[in-house]
C-alpha cells in the first residue's frame, strides 16, 4: 500500500472540499479548548489532515511507512514524522496522544487491523477523527452501460489485502463506527463526497484509469468504459462516496 506523491498532491483539493465542514470545525473547537494538545496522523502521506485541520491546532506526530513522502511532510511547522508500518499497531506512537487521525485509509484496512487499532485508542481514551473512507458509491451524472459492473468489479478489488489484512473497502465506515460505540464512544458520522466536474480532468483521468485497473484485475474488462468515460469528462459530473466520523469518548 503506497501512494505517489504526485497523486496525492492530485487529489488533495478535492479531499480538502469534500471533508464534511461540521465534524471538522468540530474536532477545531475540540483540540482549541485543550491545552497543548498532541495529535497522530496515521498515513500521513504529506501531510493534508494536518493542513486541514491545521498545523498549529495541535502538536502533530505524523506517521507514515513512505520515507519520500514523509521529507515532504517534515515542512510542516513543529510536527515530527516518523517512519513505520501501520500494520504492526503495538508500535505505533499513539501513547499520550488525545487525537488520532487518518483520512482515506481505513476502507484499505481489515476488520482485525480496526478492531486492534480501536483498542490503542480506547485504551488511553483518545479522540478519533477518520475522514474520506470509501463508501462504495461511484456515479456519473451521464451514466454509461457499465458503470454498475465496473463500479462492483472496483469494490471487489477493493477487498484485497492492502497489507493490513483483508481489506473492508465500502465496510469499512460501518466497521469502524461500531467498533468506536461498543468501547464506549459516541460517534458522530458525515458524508464526504468527491464531487468532479471539468474543472477536475487531472483528477478524474488518473482516478478513471486506477478504476479501470482494479476492475481489470477483479475479472472486469474496463478498457471501452474508460474510453468513453474519458470522452465524457467535460460534461459527466462524477461522484465518489466516502464517509467522514469523528468519535469521542462518551464519559
Known amino acids: 500500500m503506497s501512494f505517489s506523491a504526485a497523486w496525492l498532491a492530485l487529489r488533495e483539493p478535492a479531499d480538502?472540499?469534500?471533508?464534511?465542514?461540521?465534524?471538522?470545525?468540530?474536532?477545531?473547537?475540540?483540540?482549541?479548548?485543550?491545552?497543548?494538545?498532541?495529535?497522530?496522523?496515521?498515513?500521513s502521506g504529506t501531510g493534508s489532515t494536518v493542513r486541514?485541520?491545521?498545523?498549529?491546532?495541535?502538536?502533530?506526530?505524523?506517521?507514515?511507512?513512505?520515507a519520500a513522502l514523509l521529507a515532504e511532510a517534515s515542512a510542516i511547522p513543529d510536527a515530527c514524522t516518523i517512519e513505520a508500518d501501520l500494520a504492526h499497531i503495538d508500535a505505533l506512537p499513539l501513547d499520550g496522544a488525545v487525537l488520532v487521525t487518518?483520512?482515506?485509509?481505513?476502507?484499505?484496512?481489515?476488520?482485525?487491523?480496526i478492531e486492534a487499532l480501536a483498542d490503542r485508542i480506547a485504551g488511553q481514551r483518545a479522540g478519533l477523527y477518520a475522514t474520506l473512507t470509501y463508501?462504495?458509491?461511484?456515479?456519473?451524472?451521464?451514466?454509461?452501460p457499465e458503470d454498475a459492473a465496473v463500479t462492483t468489479a472496483f469494490n471487489r478489488h477493493q477487498t484485497g489485502d492492502k497489507g493490513l489484512g483483508p481489506a473492508l473497502g465500502p465496510a469499512a465506515g460501518p466497521a469502524l463506527a461500531e467498533a468506536?460505540?461498543?468501547?464506549?464512544?459516541?460517534?458522530?458520522?458525515?458524508?464526504?463526497?468527491?464531487?468532479?466536474?471539468?474543472?477536475?480532468?487531472?483528477?478524474q483521468a488518473e482516478l478513471l484509469g486506477g478504476i479501470a485497473r482494479a476492475a481489470a484485475e477483479a475479472g472486469t474488462n474496463a478498457v471501452g468504459w474508460l474510453d468513453?468515460?474519458?470522452?465524457?469528462?467535460?460534461?459527466?459530473?462524477?461522484?465518489?462516496?466516502?464517509v467522514d466520523l469523528f468519535a469521542l469518548p462518551c464519559r
Open 52 to 66: 486541514a485541520i491545521g498545523p498549529r491546532a495541535a502538536h502533530w506526530t505524523l506517521v507514515d511507512r513512505d
Open 135 to 144: 463508501d462504495g458509491r461511484m456515479e456519473w451524472s451521464v451514466p454509461d
Open 102 to 113: 487518518a483520512s482515506a485509509l481505513f476502507d484499505l484496512a481489515g476488520r482485525d487491523w
Open 228 to 242: 468513453r468515460r474519458l470522452g465524457m469528462i467535460d460534461r459527466a459530473v462524477c461522484t465518489i462516496g466516502h
Open 16 to 43: 480538502r472540499a469534500a471533508r464534511d465542514v461540521g465534524l471538522l470545525e468540530q474536532v477545531r473547537t475540540w483540540l482549541g479548548a485543550k491545552s497543548a494538545p498532541t495529535a497522530v496522523d496515521l498515513g
Open 180 to 203: 468506536m460505540g461498543k468501547r464506549g464512544y459516541c460517534v458522530r458520522s458525515a458524508g464526504s463526497p468527491w464531487r468532479l466536474d471539468a474543472d477536475d480532468r487531472p483528477l
